[in-house]
């Protein structure tokens, strides 16, 4: 079996832009189940749109069907309406087999197209299926003076994955290669134009053989086929309804009623037919049981007109998961049960209950689940329930709406392991104390990796007491001190002490619920965001112990020297706002060194000291530091680190 490892949208509907400069265009899985909420605009509905898309592509009969989708002068394109026209747009999916790991991309796009009348892609169309609030609601969104008529949805939703296991006979006599349900329905819905005319009148030649067989086979055979498969699902669409859904009706499809005719008599001319084909109906009623009733049931003939929404709604479902019962299985197929809001309508009971059935082993088993909904209660409802269950296999994501910096709509995934993204979350949310609790741990965690050690703890006398993390009013001032003594400019940061108060202390506010308080609480979240673009990069102590730094330095005669030296403390780099990396002064032992332009032998040293007074000693004796002059180098050009020069390794760890 094929499980989804990830969904790429580039510059697809909600989704603007490429993954790489917009990492929350892909949606990673790694073969798991998927819950997504998401916010009414923020492109969830994409995602299930996408999918939708990517694979009923291998269905259709030209390349153009599928290219239209990404072609800007289309009027029936996809792409992001801000998107310029050159840019790329596309659709990218990794299928991973889950027994062997073989990762497969796939994809529909303006560069490429993969998928066109792929077989793989048609096994994984038919053993899946989509369910959304739409689909439901056409089961009943009919008027009170007709009765349901099924027949356009499944027409529209459901003969592509209906498989009759009978092939038709074509018009030249020969076999169909398929047996689907929709391709016998496109047979007989486009190919009837196409029989045997006579000459004379261009009236359908009703002695052809192709005419007999089209009438009096072809299409009663579709009708008996139909027949056959409702009332196989009826079977389990009942079963369904009584011990899932605990209802106290059962439906019927009324299979007298199931007639396709063509080329009938016109009404009052004997012998004049009309030349068309009359589409079957396919009328749905239910019988309702209560000891009220005579004989203690009812026949409803308009369900939409008695029962309500959520009723109502049960029975869509019920008819559509005993259709998928029926679906064939394919072992190299990818098998999705994707479900967008579908429990929308229905109460509490109800969503219950579809939520037990969706979660049971005969779905879960079978499909990888993606499971779509804005509704934020059903989503907590659904993950305290998944986490109940299983400990792992699941993936959980929400969506809000964003924009760029160009004030371009794109969606926000914040990832929950995230402090600041958290806080995001938190603030779209309304739920400001917990923002603000965030961005206060956001900002000691950064603090934290800016700082050395001894600047973020307090050490305590008491040994049992030991070490604990300094406050964060503490670890501010620290930052202060620390930052302007490696060179930095401290002037986007002045405001952090001002934002101290707002992030230790939110709940002591009696604004909190107005604009002002979430005014500044984007003021914090900008402020963070500027300390988060500070790199820090760190050459520890333990890396040098068998691979030593070398400093080259040359001397007044031009010749050059290294000199070998170990780390006492952890070498630390932060590369400002400016693109500038600031460089600390650790405790370094310079043990010995070489001049290497006469290839003299070494010379020991073992000078102990800071890094830049040792350099400046060094400066001293090779006399190209004298008392009106300095000649210092940057030291990120002349130290060398496992044969690489300081300011390209840290280049080249920090864009990694």
């Not at 005993?322 to 967008?340: C, E, H, K, T, Y």
């Not at 590369?575 to 070489?594: A, V």
Request: with cysteine.
């Amino acid at each position: 079996m094929q499980n989804v490892k990830s969904i790429t949208l580039r510059n697809f509907k909600y989704f603007y832009g490429h993954e790489d400069q917009y990492p929350q265009n892909k949606l990673e899985l790694d073969g798991n189940n998927l819950l997504l909420y998401g916010e009414n605009g923020s492109g969830k509905s994409s995602i299930y749109w996408s999918l939708y898309t990517f694979l009923q592509s291998c269905l259709k009969e030209e390349r153009s069907d599928i290219e239209k989708y990404f072609d800007h002068a289309h009027d029936e394109n996809l792409r992001n309406r801000f998107a310029a026209n050159s840019a790329a747009s596309g659709i990218i999916i990794e299928f991973e087999d889950s027994n062997t790991g073989r990762v497969v991309q796939e994809q529909i796009a303006s560069w490429n197209i993969s998928t066109f009348q792929s077989t793989q892609l048609k096994q994984s169309l038919v053993s899946s299926d989509f369910i959304n609030y739409k689909y439901l609601s056409k089961l009943y969104d009919f008027r009170n003076s007709e009765g349901i008529n099924l027949f356009k949805l499944f027409e529209r939703d459901i003969f592509m994955f209906i498989d009759f296991e009978e092939a038709f006979t074509k018009h030249d006599g020969s076999l169909s290669e398929s047996t689907y349900a929709s391709d016998w329905w496109k047979f007989i819905s486009e190919e009837w134009k196409n029989l045997p005319t006579n000459a004379s009148n261009r009236k359908f030649a009703e002695r052809s053989d192709e005419y007999i067989r089209f009438k009096d086979e072809t299409i009663p055979k579709f009708i008996r086929l139909l027949k056959r498969f409702l009332e196989e699902i009826t079977r389990v669409a009942n079963d369904f309804l009584e011990k899932e859904f605990k209802e106290a009706f059962t439906i019927e499809f009324d299979l007298e009623e199931i007639k396709c005719s063509f080329n009938k008599r016109v009404e009052g001319r004997t012998r004049e037919k009309d030349g068309k084909l009359h589409k079957p109906t396919i009328p749905l009623k239910v019988n309702f049981s209560h000891a009220h009733f005579d004989g203690g049931s009812e026949t409803i003939q308009k369900p939409h007109t008695t029962l309500n929404e959520a009723r109502l709604t049960a029975i869509a479902l019920a008819i559509r998961f005993a259709i998928l019962d029926r679906r064939p299985v394919f072992p190299n197929s990818a098998r999705l049960l994707i479900l967008d809001d579908l429990l929308l309508s229905l109460d509490m009971s109800h969503r219950d209950q579809v939520l037990d059935i969706i979660l049971s082993p005969t779905f879960i088993d079978t499909y990888q689940l993606l499971i779509f909904t804005h509704d934020r209660a059903f989503f907590n409802m659904c993950r305290n329930r998944i986490n109940e269950r299983f400990k792992s296999g699941w993936v959980f994501r929400e969506m809000y709406q964003d924009e760029n910096d160009a004030g371009i709509p794109v969606p926000f995934v914040p990832d929950n392991q995230n402090y600041l993204d958290r806080a995001k979350k938190y603030l779209k949310t309304f739920d400001y104390p917990a923002c603000a609790n965030y961005l206060r741990k956001e900002t000691e965690r950064l603090l934290t990796s800016i700082l050395p050690q001894n600047l973020t703890l307090h050490l305590k006398e008491d040994e049992e007491e030991g070490t604990k993390p300094l406050k964060l009013d503490n670890m501010i001032t620290n930052f202060r001190k620390y930052y302007l003594e490696l060179g930095g400019d401290f002037i986007p940061f002045e405001k952090l002490k001002e934002h101290k108060d707002l992030l230790m202390n939110p709940l002591s506010h009696d604004n909190i619920d107005t604009p002002i308080y979430k005014r500044e609480l984007l003021s914090s979240i900008e402020l963070i965001e500027k300390l988060k673009q500070l790199v820090v990069v760190i050459i520890p102590t333990v890396s040098n112990n068998n691979n030593p730094l070398i400093l080259k330095e040359t001397d007044t005669a031009g010749d050059e020297w290294d000199y070998t030296f170990y780390l006492r403390e952890n070498l630390k780099l932060i590369k400002s706002l400016n693109g500038n990396w600031l460089i600390n002064n650790p405790k370094c032992l310079f043990s010995i060194r070489k001049n290497t332009t006469q290839n003299l032998a070494y010379e020991n040293i073992n000078a102990e000291g800071k890094l830049s007074s040792l350099y400046g000693n060094i400066r001293w004796r090779l006399g190209t530091k004298t008392n009106e002059t300095d000649n210092a180098k940057d030291l990120k050009d002349i130290i060398h680190v496992d044969g690489q020069r300081l300011i390209d390794k840290i280049n080249a760890d920090a864009n990694a």
